[in-house]
């Protein structure tokens, strides 16, 4: 069974002013299923929520740890969570 789940993540490196935030979308969409939103933090950084199946979550994580983002990630923290379920789409914030 594949569990719903939800991840938060933050992506810091040269991730801002890069389309970092559209291709996050455009990724998640690809994968199919995921809702929630990529947001530019004050700090550089930027936050990504994802609910969806676990292996939808795990395969978005996956590809912002990779080669394949825009602009240079220098490093991803992220949390796994309990879904709240309160987001429609995949949005830009």
């Keep these: 069974m594949n569990e719903v789940a939800r991840v938060v993540v933050w992506v810091r490196g040269r991730v801002q002013g890069v389309g970092f935030r559209w291709f996050t979308r455009a990724k998640a969409l690809e ?47 992220e949390i796994w969570d309990t879904p709240r379920g309160t987001y429609d789409d995949f949005a830009i914030r």
């Design 31 to 77: 994968i199919g299923g995921l809702r929630g939103f990529a947001l530019n933090l004050d700090d550089g950084r930027v936050q990504v929520v994802a609910e969806g199946s676990r292996d939808g979550c795990q395969s978005l994580l996956d590809w912002l740890q990779g080669d394949d983002t825009p602009g240079r990630v220098d490093g991803v923290t």
